[in-house]
Every structure is written in C-alpha cells, then in structure tokens.
C-alpha cells in the first residue's frame, strides 16, 4: 500500500504543478489584456495585486508550484510583448 500511496503523492505533485502553470498563464494574460485597455488607476491596481498574488504565492505554495506560476505567467507576458510587435509590422505592410 505504501507505493501506492507514493505514486499518487507524486502524481498529485505533478497535477498541481501543471495547474499552477496554467493558473500562471491564464492570469498574466488577463492581467496584460486588462493593464493594456485600462486608465492608469486600474494600471495600478493591476501591477499591484499581480505582485501581490506572486509574495502570497511565495509564501504559502511549494517553491515547485510557485516556479511553475512563475514561468508561465512570464511566458505570457512575453507573448503579450510578442504580438504587439507583429501588429506592428501588419500595420507597416499595409
């Protein structure tokens, strides 16, 4: 029984980390298509409660499921940089 149970804890160790990084990605990008469209009070507000969301994630997740946060919301706020340029060189083309 005792392998048992340790292949669901790693199984579980895995499940979260994918959930994190998908948690990750889903509110980086929100917070890019919001921080994008608002004034900057809610600029604010935005840049403020993501950081905040990362220290709370620090303090009370596992350093796995933080990293994963952590990668994914990085990735993307990078594709959110990315398309910006590719409208960019659309808008040159035409």
């Known amino acids: 029984m005792g392998a048992f149970t340790e292949v669901l804890s790693v199984v579980g160790f895995v499940i ?9 990605f889903a509110v980086g990008r929100f917070t890019m298509d919001a921080y994008k ?8 507000a935005l840049a403020v409660g993501f950081f905040g ?13 933080m990293g994963m946060f952590a990668i994914a919301a990085g990735a993307a706020m990078l594709m959110s940089f990315m398309a910006k340029k590719e409208e960019n060189s ?5």
């Open 53 to 65: 969301l990362l220290v709370g994630l620090t303090n009370y997740s596992s350093p796995a499921s």
């Open 16 to 24: 979260r980390a994918l959930g994190f990084a998908v948690l990750g």
């Open 37 to 44: 469209k608002a004034i900057w009070q809610l600029q604010a």
């Open 90 to 94: 659309e808008e040159a083309k035409k």
